[in-house]
Structures are given as structure tokens and as C-alpha cells.
């Protein structure tokens, strides 16, 4: 019997919660202050903060006195709430993800925010700011607990029909052997922030900082020249250079930005398997610590960009049911190796996604007139920015001269990352332009699947068959390119087949889009 008394947050909640009020509405007065009050920085920071930091502290005790939180049998039961209370009850059995994390200043109070994500919520659904360490690691091993004996109990009972000894099975499945898959030194962190893709990102969002700040007005204490003026007295020649140099320095500083992001945030990352989770940890200044329950797991990515494919190198990222609106912004999953090498890469994946044997993949490729259809779509695109930039040159087709060559490589590259394999219990696609994106999907996690044929498509004769795992739709969906349109109804009954339920094979009738319940909409 889990303990039943109510728990406060520790104290010093209180000051991060009130940190946390003022991000919001602090930073945003002070910016808009400044700019509107000519450069007196000073004085509107100092009225600005003074004045704003009172309610914000108030707010914070308020909402510490009123949290309150509690294990009792199998719930999480939480109580909150200022003017509108508000009452929560999480069931252990529900409870898919559970983080640790602790910021450069928490670690130096010894506390630590925990996060507890249910099935279906698809965000945190409790927030724990903050606990002491030791109260954290508690409740989340407790947490842990409750869970697995939810499961256990679950699994004994529908077993326990059959005589198959259930119980016993569940009993042995509390024990959590540990097996590290993973650990990244930093080297191993510096070759990744190297190898990533998203230096120009960062610069881009420096380039937008930069033009933030020149806008901003403020009388910086070293007169910094005027870059309008420059360019106004430089030659044609020199503001070629100019703008290159600047372009490559903020590539530059991006690039370096993202090696550093990768050593900080992924410091001594480790990834750890037990019989029915993955835990991580990872971070240099934020540290996290995150368990993600193997059932919880939707689909398995592996993802190739191309500065790491010739280095024999990739990134591997987990779908997982749900998933919090902040994955879905990074392209919807969670990284659970950030670097990994090529003869890794079916060791980790079996791991996750027991029973797949990845080395035995066989990939039928995508059908040869997917490369004339691929070659006139990219041809378009690169004529249409060719025609942009000829409008201010002589001759104005110049431009579309390489758009041949350019599209024939393009489309060349689109067709040899195409592809999909079936394999006993699995199915996986892979696709992409210059980054190779490969899905692993198990056949029980399918939720839907479906046709789909654009008008360009049904000219040629192809379509593209969607599987949908309960990771949810966009970019969370794996897919078959550009497979002959027979090929594709046939690999659409195959894949209903091994999806739907074996009470529902009977009645289908392959080949009839209205006797599977699979068949999505945008079926022939």
C-alpha cells in the first residue's frame, strides 16, 4: 500500500516558479520599454523590474500554498489551483514517460523538476517544480514501481484464463536487469554537433538576433559602424564580398554553435535498456534523465543527413504514442541516440524493436518512371528560381542553364533513397532528397493505413501507400513513394492483413476498400 499523506513542493519552488512568471511578461516589458523610451536603460529596467517582480512573487507563493500531491493505491493524485481548484487523477497503469531534469541553478540548490507524461495526452500532464533531489529520485522510483506492478497485474490477469502460469511471469517481470546500449564521449559529441544539420538554423536565428537588435534603440558605449553606409560607398565587387564574408561568417558561427550545443546539451549521454524501458541521461548545465517504457514505442527512425552518410554515420529517433507538442515542432520524435555509427545502427535497433533482424532488409525501389516524374517536378522548381534570379541579369536565361543537370541529380538521388521492405512482423520505408530518412514500424503498431494519388501520380500510373502509427499524422507517418499503382493495392491489402485484428481478417475481402476497416481515406 502506497503511503497516502499530501506533500508540499520544496520552498524553493517558489523562487523558480516566480522566475519562471517573469520570463513571461518581465523581458517582454523591458524590451518594449526600452525601445519605446529612447535608450535609458538604466532607469526603465530598473521601474520596470521593480514594479513587475512584486506580483510575480505573489503568484508563485499562492500557487505553492495550493499545490499539493499524493500517492494513494495505484493513483497520482495532485490538487491545485488558485481561484478555480482543480482536482487530477492519474492512474500509475497510464503513466508512459517520466523526466528528471535539474537547470545549472537547480543542481547548484539541489532540486530537481519532475514531468509526468500520460498515454493519449500527448503533453506533460503533471509538472513537479520543484522537489529536492532525493525527494524526486524517490517518487519517481515509486512511480516506476507502481506502474510495472499495474502491468504486472494486468498481464497476470489475462493470463491467468489461459493456466499459463501469469502470475509467475508477472512477478519476474519486476526485475529490471540493465544493459547500457549506448554511451557518447566527447568526441563522439563533437563529431555530432559537427556532422548536424542545422548550423544554418542557427544562423539564421543569429542573423534574425542581429537585425532584432539593430532595431532596438539603444547607445551602445562603442560606436559600431553603419552597415547601409558601407555598402552605399562600395563598389559592385565589394559588396559581393561583403555579403559573402558575412553569409559565411554566420555559417561559421552557427556551426560552432552547434558543436557546442551538442557538448552541453549532450554531455556523458548514456542510454540504458531493462526489460521494459530505455532510460537516458544526459545534459552539461540542464541535466535530464528520462525512462520510456518499450510498449510506449510507436516506430523507430533512422535518420542519414548527407554530410553523415559518407561518414558512415546517422541518428537514431523513436516515435512514441502521444508525443509532446515540442517533438512534434522538432520533427516529431525524440532523439534517443543523437549519434550513431552505420554498424550500430541494427544492434540499437533491434534493441528498441525486438525481433526485427535490420541486417536482412531487402528494399524494393521505387519504379522507374518515379524518376521522369521526380526529374520534371525538381526541373520546375529549380526554372522557377532560375526566372527569379534572371530578372536581374543579362542575359535573363542564364540562370536556367544548369537546371538540367541540377534536376537529373536531384531526381537520381530522390529514387536511389527510395524504398520499402517487408519482413516477418514489420514493415519499413525509407525516402528522401539529400537526407535518407528510414522508418521501422512493428505490424501490431499500425493504426491506419492508406492510399494516396496525386493527379501527377495517376497520369504515371503511381501511388504512395501511408502507414500511420498512433505517434499521430504529418510528419509522424511512414511512407511507401512512388510504387506502381497495382503494387501499391496489393501492399495495402498485405499490410491491412498483418494490421487488423484476427477477428477482422475473416469477413475482408482482398481487394475490397470497403471491407477493411484499415483502408484510410484516399483509397483508389
Not at 533531489?133 to 510495472?148: K, N, S
Not at 497485474?153 to 540493465?178: C, I, K, L, M, N
Amino acid at each position: 500500500m502506497m503511503p497516502s499523506e499530501s506533500h508540499r513542493l520544496h520552498v524553493f519552488s517558489v523562487l523558480f516558479e516566480a522566475a519562471a512568471i517573469a520570463r513571461g511578461f518581465i523581458l517582454p516589458a523591458v524590451v518594449g520599454g526600452i525601445s519605446a523610451g529612447g535608450g535609458e536603460f538604466d532607469r526603465i529596467a530598473t521601474w520596470t523590474v521593480g514594479l513587475l517582480s512584486i506580483p510575480a512573487i505573489l503568484l508563485s507563493v499562492a500557487r505553492f500554498v495550493a499545490f499539493r500531491y499524493r500517492l494513494e493505491r495505484d493513483e497520482l493524485i495532485i490538487d491545485s489551483g488558485l481561484l478555480s481548484r482543480r482536482h487530477r487523477v492519474i492512474p500509475l497503469a497510464r503513466i508512459q514517460n517520466i523526466d528528471v531534469r535539474e537547470t545549472a541553478l537547480q543542481r547548484v540548490c539541489g532540486v530537481a523538476e519532475l514531468r509526468v507524461e500520460t498515454a493519449g495526452s500527448g503533453e506533460t500532464e503533471a509538472r513537479l517544480r520543484v522537489l529536492s533531489r532525493a525527494r524526486a529520485e524517490a517518487l519517481r522510483a515509486d512511480l516506476l514501481a507502481g506502474r510495472r506492478a499495474a502491468g504486472a497485474a494486468a498481464a497476470a490477469a489475462g493470463e491467468a484464463a489461459a493456466g499459463a502460469g501469469g502470475a509467475a511471469r508477472a512477478a519476474d517481470s519486476t526485475e529490471q536487469p540493465v544493459l547500457e546500449l549506448v554511451h557518447l564521449s566527447r568526441r563522439d559529441l563533437l563529431i555530432a554537433g559537427a556532422t548536424a544539420s542545422e548550423a544554418g538554423l542557427v544562423a539564421a536565428a543569429l542573423a534574425g538576433a542581429l537585425e532584432f537588435l539593430d532595431e532596438l534603440v539603444l547607445d551602445p558605449p562603442i560606436p559600431i559602424p553603419d552597415p547601409e553606409a558601407i555598402l552605399s560607398h562600395a563598389s559592385g565587387g565589394a559588396i559581393v564580398l561583403i555579403v559573402a564574408g558575412t553569409a559565411l561568417a554566420l555559417l561559421l558561427a552557427g556551426w560552432l554553435l552547434s558543436i557546442l550545443g551538442a557538448l552541453v546539451g549532450y554531455h556523458d549521454f548514456t542510454l540504458e535498456l531493462t526489460a521494459s524501458e530505455l532510460r537516458k541521461r544526459y545534459g552539461l548545465l540542464t541535466r535530464r534523465e528520462a525512462v520510456v517504457p518499450l510498449e510506449r514505442v510507436q516506430a523507430v527512425r533512422v535518420e542519414e543527413s548527407w554530410i553523415r552518410r559518407p561518414l558512415r554515420l546517422a541518428a537514431l529517433k523513436i516515435e512514441t504514442a502521444g508525443g509532446r507538442p515540442q517533438e512534434r515542432q522538432r520533427g516529431g520524435a525524440e532523439a534517443f541516440v543523437p549519434l550513431a555509427r552505420a554498424a550500430d545502427v541494427p544492434r540499437l535497433v533491434a534493441a528498441v524493436l525486438r525481433g526485427v533482424d535490420y541486417h536482412s532488409l531487402r528494399f524494393q525501389p521505387a519504379h522507374p518512371r518515379a524518376r521522369r516524374r521526380a526529374f520534371i517536378r525538381y526541373a520546375a522548381v529549380l526554372s522557377a528560381a532560375g526566372l527569379g534570379l534572371g530578372i536581374t541579369l543579362e542575359p535573363w536565361w542564364l540562370p536556367l542553364l544548369p537546371v538540367p543537370p541540377l534536376a537529373w541529380l536531384a531526381a537520381r538521388s530522390y529514387c536511389r533513397n527510395l524504398g520499402h521492405a517487408l519482413v516477418p512482423g514489420f514493415v519499413v520505408t525509407r525516402a528522401g532528397l539529400f537526407n535518407r530518412i528510414t522508418w521501422v514500424v512493428p505490424d501490431r503498431r499500425i493504426q491506419t493505413v492508406h492510399l494516396t494519388s496525386s493527379p501527377f501520380q495517376r497520369r504515371r500510373g503511381l501511388a504512395n501507400v501511408v502507414v500511420d502509427t498512433a505517434a499521430g499524422g504529418g510528419l509522424r507517418e511512414a511512407a511507401v513513394m512512388d510504387i506502381a499503382h497495382a503494387d501499391a493495392l496489393a501492399l495495402l491489402d498485405e499490410l491491412a492483413r498483418r494490421a487488423a485484428p484476427r477477428r477482422m481478417r475473416a469477413p475482408a475481402r482482398a481487394g475490397s476498400p470497403a471491407a477493411d476497416p484499415l483502408r484510410g481515406p484516399g483509397g483508389p
